[in-house]
Every structure is written in structure tokens, then in C-alpha cells.
């Protein structure tokens, strides 16, 4: 799932290489990736693009006073499509080798479809995808993004240089959750998900699976730090790095997501996942549990 830093980097390339363009086409593939049925992206066409910014996860395209908003849902993404794309699967073995050829690879997943493409004057084709077995793209057509329920219900964003401590204690403090899930709680604090929480909680030398009601002023500390930490870090990480290349890039980056039976980079202990909620998530017991096995079902 993409979270802020990866979909910062994706507005920034699309801001850089959009803004100014207009819309000149727009194909919609899968119904339902429409939100706004009665304002349907191709009401756009003719516009040009003013900005491209995020909100938490969401991507937001201005058009001037119109904004088309995108949620990537959990396995959305975005491509360039045309001679960009013709690029990108240059690797690719051609199809029909004759017998002999080199070895295909059978275990590459094949591209996710694109369900929505945007078409503007002199710039590649841009394509939204959806690697999921169910549709969880959406795109919505506001004046304002604050229309788009996901985008009004988000809590402060620790990327955001007025973040404060403040701003966390009130999204934390006394809460009587698991603390993984309100760090990956929209309306308590925008843009973290499954893999940046686990970046944070081990950073921080927090248990994930804790209340953060019973979090002391020293796990507190060590929290926010962590948070502001890991995420300005990784949106400076990934600036700059195609979109094409943002998903491996992340995997690359991580520290304990992902990385089960792995060695801790801090203690040299071994990394286990656990249960949460309806995935697998990561920790080191040395770490963040004094030692103590997370259940894994
Ligand atoms: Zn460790």
C-alpha cells in the first residue's frame, strides 16, 4: 500500500511534469473507480493541470478551481504509458521466442491493468492501475478535496513542517488501542501505514501490540521522534525517484518491514512477524518486546 512518503514522490513527478498541461482525453476502463458519478473525470478535459499536492495517502490533481482526488487504495499505483512505457518493458523478452530463446522468467507478476487513463497536449499517457483482486482505486471530482470523506477525515500529517508535539500527544495520548494501529489511523495521523509503522514502532523501541494509553513519557518521546523521523527521512529518501521505481525502492529501505528471519540492523537479533489485524507485520522481539513472541496465526 502506498503510504505519504511514496505518494509525495509520485506528486512531485507528476507536478513536474504535468503541471501546465492540458487534459485532452480520458478513458475509464472500470466503472467503478468513479466516486463522483455525476461529476465524471472526463468533465476535465480541456483544463489544465495547476498543481499536483497529496493529502495522507490521497493524490490531488488541480485543474484550477476543480481537483481531481485519487485514492490509491491498497494496491494502487500510477504509470507513463506510450513511449515511456515502451521503456520500461524494454527488459521484457519479446513474446513469441522462438524455442531456445533465453529463459523466461515464469514468477514476474505480470503489469497490473490500468483502469483510467489521462491523456494530456505533450506528455506521456498517464495510467492509474490496480494490482488488487478487488477494485480499490477511486477518483473523485471536487471543488474542494475536503468533499472527498477520506481526505476530510485526516488527522495532522507528521510531514508537515507544523506538525508538533502537540499535534501527536493529541492523536496519542490516552488511547486505549494498540498503538501500531493509531499511528495507522487516518484521522488520528495522515499518510502511515502498515510498513511505516513497523519502521516507526522499531525505531522507537515500542511494542506494536501495546496500548498507547500505557506508553510512559521516555516511549512517548522515543515515539514522536520516531515518527517525524521516519517519515520526513523517507519522503527525503524518495524525492526524486521514478515512479516506476518507488516500490522497490521502499522495500530496499526498510529496516524491519518485510523483512522476517532477517538480522535486526540494531541488535543483531533475528526480525518475526505477528498477526495485526488482517496482515502480517514485523518486529524484533530484542528490541521492541523485551524478548516476548507476538502471536502469528
Ligand atoms: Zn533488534
Not at 480520458?26 to 461529476?39: C, G, H, N, P
Not at 490531488?60 to 494502487?76: C, E, K, M, P, T
Not at 518521546?221 to 517519515?231: C, E, K, N, P, S
Request: glycine share 8%.
Amino acid at each position: 500500500m502506498p503510504e505519504s512518503p511514496e505518494v509525495q514522490a509520485l506528486a512531485e513527478e507528476l507536478g513536474a511534469r504535468l503541471t501546465g498541461h492540458a487534459l485532452t482525453g480520458v478513458d475509464v476502463l472500470e466503472f467503478r473507480t468513479t466516486k463522483t458519478r455525476s461529476r465524471a473525470p472526463e468533465s476535465l478535459v480541456g483544463e489544465r493541470v495547476t498543481a499536483v499536492t497529496r493529502h495522507g495517502k490521497l493524490l490531488d490533481l488541480a485543474f484550477g478551481a476543480h481537483h481531481l482526488v485519487v485514492s490509491l487504495g491498497r494496491h494502487g499505483w500510477a504509470r507513463w504509458g506510450g513511449a515511456d512505457a515502451a521503456i520500461d518493458d524494454a527488459a521484457a523478452p519479446p513474446s513469441g521466442s522462438a524455442p531456445g530463446a533465453a529463459a523466461v522468467p515464469t514468477d514476474a507478476p505480470a503489469p497490473p491493468p490500468a483502469l483510467v487513463t489521462l491523456a494530456f497536449d505533450d506528455t506521456p499517457v498517464l495510467e492509474f492501475t490496480d494490482a488488487g483482486d478487488w477494485v480499490s482505486l477511486g477518483l473523485w471530482v471536487v471543488d474542494d478535496p475536503a468533499e472527498v470523506p477520506a481526505v476530510a477525515k485526516l488527522g495532522p500529517d507528521p510531514a508537515d513542517p507544523t506538525f508538533t508535539r502537540e499535534d501527536f500527544d493529541g492523536a496519542v495520548v490516552g488511547r486505549r488501542k494498540q498503538v501500531k494501529a493509531v499511528l495507522q489511523e487516518q484521522e488520528s495521523l495522515a499518510g502511515i501505514g502498515n510498513a511505516y509503522s513497523d519502521e516507526i514502532l522499531h525505531a522507537a523501541k515500542v511494542s506494536p501490540v501495546v496500548h498507547a494509553a500505557s506508553l510512559d513519557a521516555d516511549a512517548l518521546d522515543r515515539l514522536f521522534d520516531a515518527t517525524v523521523a521516519t517519515i520526513t527521512g523517507a519522503i527525503s529518501d524518495r524525492r526524486g525517484v521514478p515512479i516506476a521505481k518507488l516500490k522497490e525502492t521502499k522495500v530496499a529501505a526498510m529496516s524491519v518491514h518485510g523483512r522476517a528471519e532477517e538480522t535486526c540492523p540494531v541488535c543483531g537479533g533475528t526480525i518475526h512477524d505477528f498477526s495485526f489485524a488482517s496482515t502480517t507485520a514485523q518486529y524484533c522481539p530484542n528490541c521492541q518486546t523485551w524478548g516476548e513472541l507476538l502471536p502469528l496465526k
